[in-house]
């Protein structure tokens, strides 16, 4: 299949998160190790890319620019407004979707609250939030607890559990993920 997502928009959004992820950086596998966020971002964009491939039917323009913005609103200053204004209502819906309400009592309720949310947006948002968590199911950070660890499995597990009916690709590549992340819970 061929991809049909505009590379002007791509380059646009791009640039934004850029910005708004510099100087960001997560712990890596090894200690005092230091990855640039942005590396993040391009792994889910990879995901999403990826994706596309095997799916007929989709909005791509909004499943990339979604995945190169999905963590713009919960970690930077960025606004739904900032993003409405720039890339169109659907795309700022889709990123609000995608980020945690803070607000809320505790990880579980967040995780809940966010994978309902996801629901109600178009499969594009859903198969930003398993490439999400398929990016993030490499060798955790050094410092993690076994404790940790296995939350973070078991909200995989979830997010599989909710969103596997948006993408037959992505939902087995998170199923295989969550089922390689368990050798980490024996390090």
Known sequence: MQNNWSIEKFQAAWKVASKMHDGQKY???????????????????????????FEENID??????????HDTIEDTSLTYDDISNQFGKPVAEG???????????DKQTMILDSLKRIQ??????????????????QQPPYYWTLEKKEAYRQEAIQIYTHLKEAN????????????DYQEFLYE
Do not use: T
């Not at 890596?28 to 942005?38: A, D, F, H, I, M």
């Not at 690709?169 to 993920?177: E, G, V």
């Open 27 to 53: 712990g890596g596998s090894q200690k005092n190790e230091k990855v640039e966020y942005l590396n993040h971002i391009g792994s889910v964009v990879f995901e999403i890319s990826n994706a596309l491939q």
């Open 60 to 69: 791509q323009d909004l499943a990339i620019i979604c995945a190169v913005l």
């Open 95 to 105: 990123v609000l979707a995608l980020s945690k309400n803070e607000k809320l009592k």
């Open 168 to 179: 037959e690709y992505l939902a087995n590549r998170l199923k295989q993920k969550v089922e």
């Open 120 to 137: 109600q947006q178009p499969k594009e948002i859903w198969m930003v939030k398993m490439a999400d968590r398929i990016a993030n199911l």
